[in-house]
């Protein structure tokens, strides 16, 4: 993204947090937040860190008190931020739906993330791959919940979908 369009894209950010507007939306709020409370630059343009095997094992036993407090996350659901949502203006390009996995004990363990920078994506696209999204979560714990449970027998009771129908 031209230093123009990063320039742009954190000032819509700023110009939106301080809109009040997070009131109003999920998405501002969650700029809200990575600004003022993880003090988060949407212009920032170095390089992602990458880390070795030994400092990912450092960093992470670092926040496993974090790690055990997650589901407490603030979303808690699937969410897409698509392009220009981003908070930072060097993923503006991207097009991200994640959806949290949740163990058997309803612990949040990891999260499924489909990224793509494909300029193209359609709105409708973009809600289809967060339907296979959410759908893959959901089958990754279902299948997850059977096997903590291998010697129980477990019903499926059918749900009613949105018209009613079982």
């Not at 990912?56 to 659901?77: G, H, K």
Request: proline content about 6%; hydrophobic content about 45%.
């Amino acid at each position: 993204m031209p230093v123009d369009g990063i320039t742009h894209h954190a000032e819509r950010i700023q110009s939106a947090i301080s809109s009040n507007g997070a009131a109003k939306s999920a998405l501002i709020a969650s700029w809200q937040r990575s600004a003022c409370f993880h003090k988060l630059d949407p212009a920032r343009r170095n390089p992602p860190e990458r880390l070795t095997d030994p400092e990912f094992r450092r960093a992470r036993q670092e926040v496993e008190p974090l790690i055990q407090v997650a589901p407490c996350l603030v979303e808690q659901r699937a969410l897409t931020i698509h392009r220009d949502q981003h908070f930072y203006a060097r993923n503006a390009l991207l097009s991200c739906t994640t959806a949290p996995l949740y163990d058997h004990e309803g612990r949040l363990v990891a999260a499924l993330d489909v990224s793509s920078c494909k300029a193209g994506l359609i709105e409708n696209f973009v809600n289809l791959i967060a339907t296979a999204v959410i759908d893959a979560a959901a089958r990754i714990e279902a299948e997850c919940f059977r096997l903590a449970y291998s010697d129980a027998r477990i019903l499926v009771v059918p749900v009613p979908d949105k018209m009613g129908k079982a």
